[in-house]
C-alpha cells in the first residue's frame, strides 16, 4: 500500500502564488508517476497535471504556463507550483499515485488539500 499526504494549501489572492506538496510513504518502490487533480465545487473532479519517472509530464490546457509539476525522487515527493492563480483554479487538490507510467495517475489517492483564490 502507498499513503499520500498533501500539504501547502490555502487561501491566495488572484494573481498569488502558492506550492503544493505529497509526500509518498509505504511501497513507494512500485510507483512510475504521480500528479494532481482538483475538484471544484459542484464539478467533476480534473486532471491538473502528471509527472511519469521516467519524466513525462501531462498538464490541463487551463493550466499551461501557469502550474509546474516537479519530483524529488529522494524525498518520494512530488510538487505542484501554481503561479498566477485564478478564482477558477479553487478547489479540493488531491494527490495520486500510479504503480505504472500513466500521465492520468489513479491507483492510490491522498486525502486533498483545499486550495482558495479570491477575487
Given at each position: 500500500q502507498v499513503q499520500l499526504v498533501e500539504s501547502g494549501g490555502g487561501l491566495v489572492q488572484t494573481g498569488g502564488s502558492l506550492r503544493l506538496s505529497c509526500?509518498?510513504?509505504g511501497s513507494t518502490y512500485n510507483l512510475e508517476a504521480m500528479g494532481w487533480y482538483r475538484q471544484a465545487p459542484g464539478k467533476?473532479?480534473?486532471l491538473v497535471a502528471a509527472i511519469t519517472?521516467?519524466?513525462s509530464t501531462n498538464y490541463a490546457d487551463s493550466?499551461?504556463?501557469r502550474f509546474t509539476i516537479s519530483r524529488?525522487?529522494?524525498k518520494n515527493t512530488?510538487?505542484?507550483q501554481m503561479n498566477r492563480l485564478k478564482p477558477e483554479d479553487t478547489g479540493v487538490y488531491y494527490c495520486a499515485a500510479d504503480t505504472s507510467r500513466?500521465?492520468?495517475p489513479g491507483?492510490?489517492?491522498g486525502q486533498g488539500t483545499q486550495v482558495t483564490v479570491s477575487s
Open positions: 509526500v509518498a510513504s467533476q473532479r480534473e519517472y521516467g519524466g493550466v499551461k504556463g524529488d525522487s529522494a512530488v510538487y505542484l500513466s500521465i492520468t491507483d492510490y489517492w
